[in-house]
């Protein structure tokens, strides 16, 4: 191996690797973006895990293979996942396409950076920090607080957990589990399941998640919470509330539990991932009424808000950097202190991670784009359509909504014909319960489009469609309905 001369499979000059990047953004944008986003085209080309191995050519070998063959593997990519851009796909708490943000992740993906230091990533370090500073305003905390970007919402309820232990026990960074008594968590029972991931992956178990009853809507009971807070033997330091639960999109009442934490000197951590889109909005910001009291949040840019996957954030109104404090570890390779520029611009010792993507750029580059009231005009938007699904659900027919939506959580069943004269009773609801899962595989072979089932406590399986995208017009929402008889009259 001579050293002077470069990788035998290297693009001899650069026009060669440009040339492939033309042909593959090419592909992006006709089949990614153009097609994928087309109403008139499917939401997925459905395929068993045995059917797409035999489509797709996925060994590794030893030497390459031809960029004819390369550039089919993207199309191929493309053409056998999920268009979540789709106007019909209504699966997730994220959808649409943003097409500033999908730029900025391009960007990123160019740069090929990290963020933990200045250095590296300066006009990303800067746009964080005004993100975060924009976000804490929309929250109420007019004097600031800290923060970042993580990868993902349940590592921003993680950072929480370990943020407030930390407070509760400093030494419990250095000398573990033995420096605290018994310490428990307090969610509701509609939390997210990343609490309970955050309780086992910090080493508190599970069994020392406290569930919180939660009401006929989904919503914490605070008299409820009153109860937990005295406990023999055990001592509670962490309130998790959700504004926008998973399945019901319901708001857990804050300003009544900050009171609560703020007599017994608890922290108060409010997943917002899916609500928090609602601050931008002078319509609906009351959902989260009292949120400025909390001590940190986590807010998911990427779902009501459009953001490419993922940009999270999580927020916390301590000033004192307790967020460096919990998390710093000095590496003296890439913190030196005696560096030629103002340190405190390296946040990375902030974070759990070393790597870190620029995430935030993902969210600046939409909001310099369209601007706060475009983001407001969206989110006003995406709620009166879930209005409107569910005055249609009303209206029909064999449909029957389960709750009424809060959010843009449309909850509903779908009950056929054969079963419409039976009575209320268990043997009902046994038969219902079977209705959804079939009615799903049918839309997904059939590729005319995506939405969510489950069953929820002692309710059989609903459907759960969430309107998030600008895309998504009232004849989609229509269509959705009428598809859903269309494929499921016969059961």
């Given amino acids: 191996i001579n050293p002077e001369k470069g990788s035998p499979g290297a693009a001899e000059d650069m026009e060669a690797a440009e040339s492939f990047i033309q042909q593959a953004m090419e592909i992006i944008l006709q089949e990614a973006v153009k097609k994928a986003t087309n109403v008139k085209e499917k939401v997925c080309e459905w395929r068993s895990p045995e059917q797409l191995k035999e489509l797709l050519d996925l060994e590794l070998k030893d030497t390459g293979e031809s960029e004819s063959k390369i550039l089919q593997c993207c199309r191929d990519a493309i053409r056998y996942s999920v268009k979540t851009g789709h106007p019909r796909f209504f699966n997730q708490l994220f959808a649409g396409m943003e097409p500033h943000s999908m730029v ?132 509670p330091f962490f309130v998790n509330a959700t504004a926008g639960t998973t399945v019901l999109g319901a708001f857990d009442p804050i300003d009544e539990i900050a009171n609560i934490c703020e007599k017994h000197n608890l922290w108060l951590h409010v997943d917002a991932c899916w609500g928090g889109g609602a601050l931008v909005s002078k319509k609906h910001k009351h959902l989260l009424k009292g949120i400025q009291r909390v001590n940190s949040v986590a807010w998911n840019l990427h779902k009501m808000l459009m953001a490419t996957l993922q940009c999270s954030a999580f927020l916390v109104r301590d000033k004192s950097c307790l967020l460096q404090r919990c998390h710093c ?40 784009a369209v601007g ?103 004849q989609d929402l229509d269509f959705v309905l009428d598809e859903i008889h269309r494929l499921g009259k016969d059961l």
């Fill in 104 to 235: 900025a992740s391009f960007i990123i993906e160019a740069i090929k950076t990290s963020q933990y230091t200045y250095e590296m990533a300066p006009v990303f370090t800067l746009i964080e920090d005004v993100l975060l500073k924009t976000m804490m305003k929309l929250i109420g905390w007019e004097e600031g607080g800290d923060g970042l970007f993580n990868p993902g919402g349940s590592m921003s309820n993680m950072y929480a957990v370990n943020l407030a232990r930390y407070r509760y026990c400093p030494d419990f960074k250095e000398i573990g589990i033995y420096a605290s008594p018994r310490l428990v968590m307090l969610t509701s029972q509609e939390c997210h399941y990343s609490i309970a991931k955050a309780a086992a992956l910090l080493g508190f178990g599970t069994k020392n998640v406290y569930v919180v009853p939660s009401d006929n809507r989904g919503k914490m009971i605070p008299s409820a919470l009153c109860t937990h807070v005295s406990l023999q033997g055990a001592v």
């Fill in 329 to 368: 570890a000095g590496a003296s390779y890439l913190f030196q202190q005696d560096k030629f520029y103002d340190v405190s611009y390296d946040t990375g010792d902030k974070s759990v991670q070393c790597s870190r993507k620029p995430d935030a750029f993902k969210f600046w580059l939409v909001w310099k």
């Fill in 372 to 474: 706060t009231r475009e983001l407001e005009y969206r989110v006003d938007r995406a709620l009166a359509l879930a209005r409107y699904l569910a005055q249609e659900i009303k209206k029909r027919e064999g449909f029957r909504l389960v709750i009424e939506p809060e959010f843009a959580n449309v909850c509903f069943w779908y009950i056929p014909p054969s079963l419409r004269n039976l009575p209320e009773s268990p043997e009902l609801w046994k038969k219902l319960h079977t209705v959804a899962p079939v009615v799903k595989e049918r839309m997904m072979k059939k590729g005319s489009m995506m939405i969510g089932y489950q069953k929820h406590g002692d309710k059989p399986n609903f459907f759960r469609m969430v309107v998030i995208s600008p895309q998504v017009s009232k």
